[in-house]
């Protein structure tokens, strides 16, 4: 007898989507990633946040991102060192308010400690004692961060250099985020292989040229891949749900247009996620008709993103295994529990690499021998 509940074996048959949906998601995930069409911005501005007696290194390098941002990008900039919770909630509510615009941008720097509770969520703070312990004040962001939603048509954008900072932005309810590491991983305390330093070189390398979060975050992975990278962390990159990646580029005296942009879809990737799906489809439906659909039925610029399929199974509908580049996956939308996050993987699946092997290979001349279990 098994011990789990038999509903552990079972699925509600209203989490399923039909096989359009599951394509049309992948369309809109590629066109938030990469926005071909974007509003260019009226105003951007940034402020940056570190502790008083956070470490001075830090500090400094926060200044130089900041420099960063006036000399390439022209984009007005503010340091803000916390003294009191209390007055950072409400500097943060103010920098809110007065950028919720039409084509205003307002970007969130973090540069310092933080930890992450499962209960609490993320908490800043900006050194420890002598005894490892936190050093107030400490700021419980995940409690406070709806307090950047805009109402009206402004955006925030976070950027986050701290350890677990990867769970400063609510999966797919807050701001888009771009973190030096997973809510899960620590970040680098050295500054020569930090985020920050590392986005202040893609940055000066990109010279205010269109790029999406995305696509930055993307390369900064890639880059972590050929070992050209300074990196040891990969950044955590988390889109706001419904909206393209938010474009960076050189600001200028023109009334905020919409733009286009050549074709930047990225030739090489090395981060994918797995995942799966279940999809409404005929049980009498044959293999050749899957087939069919996989490559007729997919928009062409969705099959064009190194897409695989893994395994396609019934379920009582049907459940598809497949990969996806993790840029494009940061950007799709979640928006039923059709959808299943497995892992993190490198690589395509490594078995259909070689067509010959089956799985009954392993087992020719011991079907006498005791099982392993």
């Known amino acids: 007898m098994p011990t789990k509940p038999s ?40 402020l940056a946040l570190h502790f008083a007696n956070t470490p001075d290194d830090f500090v400094d390098l926060e200044q130089f991102l900041l420099k960063t941002f006036e000399d390439v990008y ?23 308010r007065a950028g919720d615009k039409p084509n205003h941008l307002n970007i969130i720097v973090y540069s310092g400690h933080s930890d992450f509770d499962p209960t609490l969520g993320l908490t800043l703070f900006g050194n420890f004692d002598k005894r490892g312990n936190q050093v107030e004040p400490v700021f419980e962001w995940s409690r406070n961060e709806g307090i950047l939603d805009c109402d009206n048509h402004g955006r925030v954008l976070l950027i986050f250099d701290s350890c677990f900072s990867g769970a400063a932005s609510r999966r ?8 030096a590491s997973d809510s899960l991983k620590q970040a680098s ?11 202040i070189q893609k940055l000066k390398d990109l010279a205010g040229a269109p790029k999406s979060i995305a696509e930055i975050c993307h390369e900064l992975d890639r880059e972590i891949s050929r070992g050209s990278s ?26 905020p247009t919409k733009k286009s942009r050549r074709d930047s879809m990225p030739k090489e990737h090395t981060q994918y996620v797995q995942m799966s799906v279940h999809l409404k489809a005929d049980q009498d439906i044959s ?22 399929v893994q395994s396609i199974c019934p379920t009582p509908d049907f459940v598809v295994i497949f990969t996806i580049p993790r840029i494009f996956w940061d950007c799709l939308d979640e928006q039923s529990s059709a959808y299943n996050f497995i892992a993190h993987v490198s690589g395509k699946n490594c078995l259909q690499r070689q067509p010959q092997l089956t799985l009954r290979s392993g087992n020719v001349g011991a079907e006498n021998r005791k099982p392993l279990f």
Request: net charge neutral; glycine share 4%; proline share 5%.
């Open 172 to 179: 797919k309810k807050g701001p888009e985020l771009v973190a």
């Open 74 to 96: 022209a984009y007005e900039t503010e340091s803000y060192a916390i003294e009191s919770t209390i007055k950072l909630r409400d500097k943060l509510i103010d920098f809110r």
């Open 287 to 308: 293999y050749g008709d899957w087939e069919k659909w996989l490559t007729t039925g997919l928009p062409r610029s969705v099959k064009h993103i190194d897409i695989e």
């Open 189 to 199: 305390a050295d500054v020569m292989t930090c985020f920050t330093k590392a986005l």
């Open 230 to 255: 300074i990196l040891l962390v990969s950044p955590k990159h988390i889109g706001e749900k419904g909206r393209d990646s938010i474009v960076l580029e050189r600001l200028t005296n023109e009334r």
């Open 7 to 46: 509903a552990a074996f079972t699925r509600s048959p209203d989490i399923s989507i039909p096989p359009q949906q599951f394509a049309n998601d992948l369309q809109d995930a590629i066109n938030r990633a990469i926005p071909g069409v974007y509003t260019s911005w009226e105003r951007v501005r940034v």
